[in-house]
């Protein structure tokens, strides 16, 4: 068993205790391998060891890494095509590349990118998967819609052609204050359940990184983003997007 692989099996591990301890069905939440600033090498291998969806933060990277593996997956006795979701900041001059390259994009917090995206999609791929990111720790420097302007960008994303609105992500502020950051999940929950009640019935609750995957899944997340505890630590600068 390689490292990754056994890196891998830990965090399905984590993943499948959290959700027994809240009461939940391991297999309602997915686990989305972040391999941002990591080689396709290291995603072949996890790849190998079952792990289907990846995401990265970088559109330049991204986008080189899913064409160098495209037609390389799946291979014999694997499940399934790989899984491409773009989670970083994009910018208005970025989206064509990210629209036909990946399956999900899990960061829109402004409608112009979602337009951008939509119109950019190719008509021939199937509807882009996308998430609108919430700033719910009301810092300046993170990016995401205010909780209260959510549900009016979500209502003009939903409207739009060749773009499948599927939930809602977050990324807290670094804390050690336990209570605080189960705050900041249940309020990207309380949101889904709002956008619920005005007609958005939605299934994704994007929240939950490799040091925080517990209570994000004890709050209600249906995919944790986990980069660090299945690949490592990284050693060199992350790539420029």
């Given amino acids: 068993m390689t ?7 830990a965090v399905q591990a984590r993943v499948a205790a959290a959700a027994k301890a809240a009461g939940r069905d391991p297999a309602s939440v997915r686990l989305l391998a972040v391999s941002k600033t990591w080689p396709a090498d290291a995603v072949r291998e996890a790849a190998a060891a079952g792990q289907r969806a990846f995401g990265e933060n970088y559109v330049q990277e991204g986008v080189a890494k899913v ?3 495209r037609g390389s997956m799946p291979k014999e006795g694997l499940d399934g095509p ?3 979701h773009f989670i ?3 910018q208005s001059n970025k989206t064509r590349s990210v629209a036909n390259a990946f399956d999900w994009v899990h960061s829109i917090d402004r409608l112009k990118i979602a337009e951008r ?7 021939h791929l199937p509807p882009l998967n996308v998430c609108i990111q919430v700033n719910v720790s009301g810092e300046d420097s993170k990016s995401g819609v ?3 302007e959510a549900a009016a960008l979500a209502k003009a994303v939903a409207a739009l052609p060749r773009l499948r609105l599927r939930g809602l992500m977050c990324i807290p502020e670094p804390t050690d204050d336990a209570a605080l950051l189960r705050s900041r999940f249940a309020l990207l929950r309380a949101l889904k359940a709002e956008l619920a009640d005005e007609g958005l019935v939605l299934d994704t609750l994007s ?3 490799s040091h925080d995957v517990e209570p994000a899944v004890a709050e209600g997340a249906t995919m944790v983003r986990v980069g660090t505890a299945i690949f490592g630590e990284r050693t060199r600068p992350a790539a420029q997007a």
């Fill in 67 to 69: 064409e160098a593996l």
């Fill in 3 to 9: 490292t990754i692989e056994q890196r891998l099996r």
């Fill in 82 to 84: 790989l899984e491409w």
């Fill in 146 to 148: 205010a909780p209260d």
């Fill in 207 to 209: 929240m939950g990184m």
């Fill in 88 to 90: 970083g900041p994009l």
């Fill in 117 to 123: 995206l939509s119109a950019q999609r190719d008509v």
